[in-house]
């Protein structure tokens, strides 16, 4: 039986092990350069496995070494111990417990082995790689936030910005010359944006601050002209909604790209107007929207006026499910009952995905509506006489004098009153695209 104080040194002999190998696991990921043992594989950097075969290696070498140790201690106390038979038997304990500690070290690795040597020769399946953003050296990554305010907090080396993914969403990415997301000037100078697909990289070589977003459709407003697809310089996030447009791009806008929802079948389109409220007349771009039926992103560059932004979905694909067309009258309220007006009706089928012309070509048709001949002759067509419109669905219907145009997306019951034709100007050309 093992007395008291034989007891305490074998416990003290395990936990001293323990701390060992605690610490040591602890320092082990701090060296590069380990000593080479016989029997025990060197650990491969990087590789947690290799790391934890090592140390068990090293713990049943350690084992061994203080075992020997403990019995050269007791065979000189036995020697120095000849003439007191007390110290004597303190001697001899130890030795054999050094000797049983020795045989049940050898003896666990040995069993372990015997029963399962996976337990003794680790091996672990890493996980699978998960998705995210990522600072990369190229060959090992660190996990990367969606935007740095300052590039100089990136560890040394890791200047590369990894997209992994198995699928997703494109993701833009903002680089800006200063920190802070700064550029240049006030008018965002050297900032550029990248677009990124799963399993690519952007070096963030000279750059001061970054930000990421995920490509989703809409418009987006360029500070600089088309370079392709994208925007050649600073650019803005995703827009939908009509309204002021936002520093820095309004009165500063050059260029817009349109990002389309293919497998949503949602379609974009923008008219910019020269007022803060796109509700009102005044100068406007044409509308923008592709031309190309089933093409995703499309950049258009000459953008005239930028304080305010109309945007709508465009139907072109099932444009007569927007409704049965719009219907142009000489006299305001010309679908109520006994207004006697002259009708010029664009059908779903003529409109098709959108129509665009002149306001002289609308003649007035007066088949069963009882008209003095010269009525008939001041009011042939719409830009004539515009009177009214009826909207019968959902259709954008832009009306134009000039450069000044006014959009409306339902009736009209009296153009007398609205500003376009208030100041007495004639309705020239017209724009009428069906919209969901």
Same mark, same amino acid.
């Given at each position: 039986?093992?007395?008291?104080?034989?007891?305490?040194?074998?416990? &003290? $002999?395990?936990?001293?092990?323990?701390?060992?190998?605690?610490?040591?696991?602890?320092?082990?990921?701090?060296?590069?350069?380990?000593?080479?043992?016989?029997?025990?594989?060197?650990?491969?950097?990087?590789? /947690?496995?290799?790391?934890?075969?090592?140390?068990?290696?090293?713990?049943?070498?350690?084992?061994?070494?203080?075992?020997?140790?403990?019995?050269?201690?007791?065979?000189?106390? /036995?020697?120095?111990?000849?003439?007191?038979?007390?110290?004597?038997?303190?001697?001899?304990?130890?030795?054999?417990?050094?000797?049983?500690?020795?045989?049940?070290?050898? =003896?666990?690795?040995?069993?372990?082995?015997?029963?399962?040597?996976?337990?003794?020769?680790?091996?672990?399946?890493?996980?699978?790689?998960?998705?995210?953003?990522?600072?990369?050296?190229?060959?090992? !990554?660190?996990?990367?936030?969606?935007?740095?305010?300052?590039?100089?907090?990136?560890?040394?080396?890791?200047?590369? $910005?990894?997209?992994?993914?198995?699928?997703?969403?494109? /993701?833009?990415?903002? %680089?800006?010359?200063?920190?802070?997301?700064?550029?240049?000037?006030?008018?965002?100078?050297?900032?550029?944006?990248?677009?990124?697909?799963?399993?690519?990289?952007?070096?963030?070589?000279?750059?001061?601050?970054?930000?990421? =977003?995920?490509?989703?459709?809409?418009?987006?407003?360029?500070?600089?002209?088309?370079?392709? @697809?994208?925007?050649?310089? !600073?650019?803005?996030?995703?827009?939908?909604?009509?309204?002021?447009?936002?520093?820095?791009?309004?009165?500063?806008?050059? =260029?817009?790209?349109?990002?389309?929802?293919?497998?949503? @079948? %949602?379609?974009?389109?923008?008219?910019? #107007?020269?007022? @803060?409220?796109?509700?009102?007349?005044?100068?406007?771009?044409?509308?923008?929207?592709?031309?190309?039926?089933?093409?995703?992103?499309?950049?258009?560059?000459?953008?005239?006026?930028?304080?305010? &932004?109309?945007?709508?979905?465009?139907? #072109?694909?099932?444009?007569?499910?927007?409704?049965?067309?719009?219907?142009?009258?000489?006299?305001?309220?010309?679908?109520?009952?006994?207004?006697?007006?002259?009708?010029? &009706?664009?059908?779903?089928?003529?409109?098709? &995905?959108?129509?665009?012309?002149?306001?002289?070509?609308?003649?007035?048709?007066?088949?069963?509506?009882?008209? +003095?001949?010269?009525?008939?002759?001041?009011?042939?067509?719409?830009?004539? #006489?515009?009177?009214?419109?009826?909207?019968?669905?959902?259709?954008?219907?832009?009306?134009?004098?000039? +450069?000044?145009?006014?959009?409306?997306?339902?009736?009209?019951?009296?153009? %007398?009153?609205?500003?376009?034709?208030?100041?007495? =100007?004639?309705?020239? %050309?017209?724009?009428?695209?069906?919209?969901?």
């Amino acid at each position: 039986m093992l007395n008291k104080k034989n007891k305490l040194f074998i416990l &003290s $002999l395990f936990i001293f092990l323990f701390i060992l190998n605690s610490s040591f696991a602890l320092a082990a990921f701090e060296i590069s350069d380990y000593p080479n043992i016989p029997g025990i594989k060197s650990p491969i950097e990087g590789s /947690l496995e290799t790391y934890i075969g090592y140390l068990f290696g090293v713990a049943a070498y350690m084992a061994g070494a203080i075992a020997v140790i403990a019995f050269a201690i007791g065979a000189v106390q /036995l020697i120095m111990s000849a003439a007191n038979p007390a110290l004597a038997s303190d001697a001899k304990d130890r030795m054999k417990n050094s000797i049983l500690g020795l045989i049940l070290s050898v =003896a666990a690795v040995v069993i372990l082995q015997t029963i399962n040597p996976a337990i003794v020769n680790v091996n672990i399946t890493p996980l699978p790689e998960t998705d995210g953003l990522f600072y990369t050296n190229g060959s090992s !990554y660190k996990s990367a936030p969606t935007s740095e305010a300052n590039t100089a907090n990136i560890a040394s080396g890791y200047k590369q $910005l990894f997209y992994r993914c198995s699928t997703g969403s494109v /993701l833009l990415i903002w %680089k800006f010359p200063k920190t802070n997301f700064e550029g240049n000037d006030d008018n965002y100078g050297g900032v550029t944006v990248v677009r990124k697909k799963c399993g690519e990289s952007e070096s963030l070589s000279g750059v001061g601050s970054f930000k990421t =977003a995920f490509e989703t459709p809409g418009i987006y407003y360029c500070m600089d002209g088309c370079s392709g @697809d994208m925007c050649k310089g !600073y650019m803005s996030e995703a827009n939908l909604s009509s309204g002021i447009l936002p520093d820095p791009f309004k009165g500063n806008l050059n =260029a817009i790209r349109i990002v389309n929802d293919l497998p949503g @079948d %949602k379609y974009y389109g923008v008219l910019f #107007h020269s007022k @803060d409220d796109p509700t009102a007349a005044g100068n406007c771009s044409d509308p923008l929207f592709s031309i190309y039926a089933n093409k995703e992103i499309e950049c258009f560059n000459n953008i005239s006026v930028s304080s305010s &932004s109309t945007i709508f979905y465009w139907n #072109h694909k099932d444009y007569k499910s927007s409704g049965q067309g719009v219907d142009f009258y000489s006299d305001p309220f010309g679908w109520g009952k006994g207004a006697r007006a002259g009708k010029y &009706s664009l059908s779903a089928d003529t409109i098709k &995905s959108s129509w665009t012309g002149q306001a002289s070509s609308l003649v007035f048709n007066y088949t069963g509506i009882v008209r +003095p001949s010269g009525y008939k002759q001041l009011y042939q067509n719409f830009q004539q #006489h515009s009177g009214s419109i009826n909207v019968k669905g959902n259709y954008l219907v832009a009306l134009w004098a000039g +450069p000044s145009c006014q959009v409306f997306f339902k009736d009209v019951v009296n153009l %007398k009153s609205t500003e376009i034709t208030a100041a007495g =100007a004639s309705i020239e %050309k017209i724009n009428v695209i069906p919209v969901k």
